[in-house]
């Protein structure tokens, strides 16, 4: 099970940081990563990390100012996110899964198993 932290309502340019704390499973040999979906959109693929915490990928429309990071041995991964733009928000989604991310298609939301169930982000402009 993955349940999602964090989300809530926030002026543009602040900060926010998400927590995903995974239970029932341990995650450390799994690819993590945050996906979102806002009203009326498609859902959009945020960011990934490997395994290790050796390699990360993000979408376009975050690089630069979203981090994802992991503590293997607390089971918990982050997203931190600056500079928010009212375009960033939406539902945002924990999810995880056992392929790698190098060589493999994180961006696609097939490549994860598990998914919680979503924290909200709101950005006021």
């Known amino acids: 099970q993955l349940v999602e932290s964090g989300g809530g309502l926030v002026q543009t340019g602040g900060s926010l940081r998400l927590s995903c704390a995974a239970s029932?499973?341990?995650?450390?040999?799994?690819?993590m990563g945050w996906f979102r979906q806002a009203p009326g959109k498609e859902r959009e693929f945020v960011a990934a990390i490997r395994w290790s915490g050796t390699y990360s990928y993000y979408g376009e429309s975050v690089d630069g100012r979203f981090t994802i990071s992991r503590d293997n041995a607390k089971n918990t991964v982050y997203l931190q996110m600056n500079s928010l733009k009212p375009e960033d928000t939406a539902v945002y989604y924990c999810?995880?899964?056992?392929?790698?991310?190098?060589?493999?298609?994180?961006?696609?939301?097939?490549?994860?198993?598990?998914w919680g169930s979503g924290t909200q982000v709101t950005v006021s402009s």
């Open positions: 999810v995880g899964g056992p392929r790698d991310i190098v060589g493999g298609t994180p961006e696609v939301d097939s490549a994860y198993e598990y």
């Open positions: 029932g499973r341990t995650i450390s040999t799994y690819t």
